[in-house]
Nanobody, 124 residues
Framework: QVHLGESGGGLVQAGGSLRLSCAASGLTVSSNTMGWFRQASGEEREFVAAISWRVTTTYYTDSVKGRFTISRNNAKNTVYLQMNSLRPEDTAVYYC?????????????????WGQGTQVTVSS
């Protein structure tokens, strides 16, 4: 029913940029809060960014503020994560997720649907 398909990951040098895309089917991104999480090797999956369906408010973890931008294109039913000034510590598998919650959306348990992830590797 619901499928979230991430794309856009890859290898980039420190200071470079990538744009991740999350194409959704089976749900409408404008009616869901859409989030991005990441999981580095040996680490827990952590919150990166989210955009609320209710007021289109965006949320970011402190380490990416000013560098990453989450957005959505309702016509394409797609959510994006623009990542600029990438650092080696940004290296992780990035996951797209969806929830009907409008607030308090920084926990993994808040999300109902998950994509399979896309690898982002930032070299020094």
């Amino acid at each position: 029913q619901v499928h979230l398909g991430e794309s856009g990951g890859g290898l980039v040098q420190a200071g470079g940029s990538l744009r991740l895309s999350c194409a959704a089917s089976g749900l409408t991104v404008s009616s869901n809060t859409m989030g991005w999480f990441r999981q580095a090797s040996g680490e827990e999956r952590e919150f990166v960014a989210a955009i609320s369906w209710r007021v289109t408010t965006t949320y970011y973890t402190d380490s990416v503020k000013g560098r990453f931008t989450i957005s959505r294109n309702n016509a394409k039913n797609t959510v994006y994560l623009q990542m600029n000034s990438l650092r080696p510590e940004d290296t992780a598998v990035y996951y797209c997720a969806a929830t009907y919650k409008a607030y308090d959306v920084r926990r993994r348990s808040d999300y109902n649907y998950w994509g399979q992830g896309t690898q982002v590797t930032v070299s020094s």
